[in-house]
């Protein structure tokens, strides 16, 4: 019986998504990107689920694309691998876009794909000892799917430094270039993560941080103009959604709001 690509399972409003594929260093295939995939929809939709957290089983995070699965994709006609590009970016579109916060808990290496799954997320926590790259122009491919995001997220020059040296950097230097926000040792990594989606949870709108991150991908494209014009639109919704009515009658009251 073939394991299941991914495991998932709720804790206390925390839908956890940990990919299963130790042996292969939880390479990335069609059937781990479609299981993603179906899983994050699911939490999206479940009101019992506030945010997500993608972790990984045995040493590596992963490990990005899976050669073997790369290399039957060469018999492909230019359509069929087209599809199948279009099921990553898909994935990585919709962590990127999901209503609900999505933190990385990499234990492992993160290289290629799996650096670009670690990217996309929305925060990220890491081990001291695990190391980042996107080594695809090695081997002959390209970053580029992943591209489109780490240039959001990092800026031009360190993403150039990173896709087209394609050389690995340590924890330290992922933190340092904005690629990780945290560095938790192995041992207290799993409680850490669990101490601070427990304090997104408590603290937090889910629907404030909903449109935040919407915000923050979308005015991106916009000239400073049609930002600022858009920021007030947005501002202007935002005081008449029913958790901004909740929350600010509940600090007028001195009240302790519960999210």
């Not at 579109?93 to 290496?109: C, D, F, L, M, R």
């Not at 041992?187 to 304090?199: A, S």
């Not at 923050?216 to 920021?231: D, F, M, N, S």
Request: net charge negative.
């Amino acid at each position: 019986m073939t394991a299941q690509p991914i495991i998932t399972y709720k804790k206390e409003r925390i839908g956890y998504l940990e990919l299963n594929r130790p042996e292969k260093r939880n390479a990335l295939n069609a059937e781990m990107v479609a299981a993603l995939m179906e899983a994050i929809i699911e939490f999206e939709q479940d009101q019992e689920v506030k945010v997500m957290v993608i972790k990984a089983a045995g040493k590596a995070f992963c490990s990005g694309a899976d050669l073997a699965y790369l290399q039957s994709l060469q018999t492909n006609t230019f359509e069929e691998n087209l599809v199948d590009s279009r099921n990553l970016m898909a994935l990585f579109y919709k962590i990127y876009t999901s209503s609900k916060v999505i933190i990385a808990q990499i234990q492992g290496h993160a290289l290629a794909g799996g650096c670009g799954l670690a990217t996309v997320c929305d925060l990220s926590f890491a081990v001291p000892e695990a190391k980042f790259g996107y080594t695809e122009v090695k081997i002959g491919f390209i970053p580029a799917i992943v591209k489109v995001f780490l240039l959001r997220k990092i800026g031009e020059g360190k993403a150039k430094q990173l896709l087209l040296d394609g050389d690995l950097i340590s924890a330290v230097e992922a933190q340092a270039m904005g690629l990780v926000n945290w560095l938790v040792s192995a041992e207290q990594l799993e409680e850490r993560v669990y101490e601070y989606v427990q304090k997104l949870i408590r603290q937090n709108s889910e629907q404030s941080m909903a449109l935040t991150k919407e915000m923050i991908g979308r005015v991106q494209e916009k000239t400073l103009e049609e930002g600022l014009e858009y920021a007030a639109v947005m501002n202007a919704k935002a005081r008449g959604t029913a958790d901004c009515q909740k929350g600010i009658a509940a600090f007028l009251n001195k009240e302790t709001i519960n999210w």
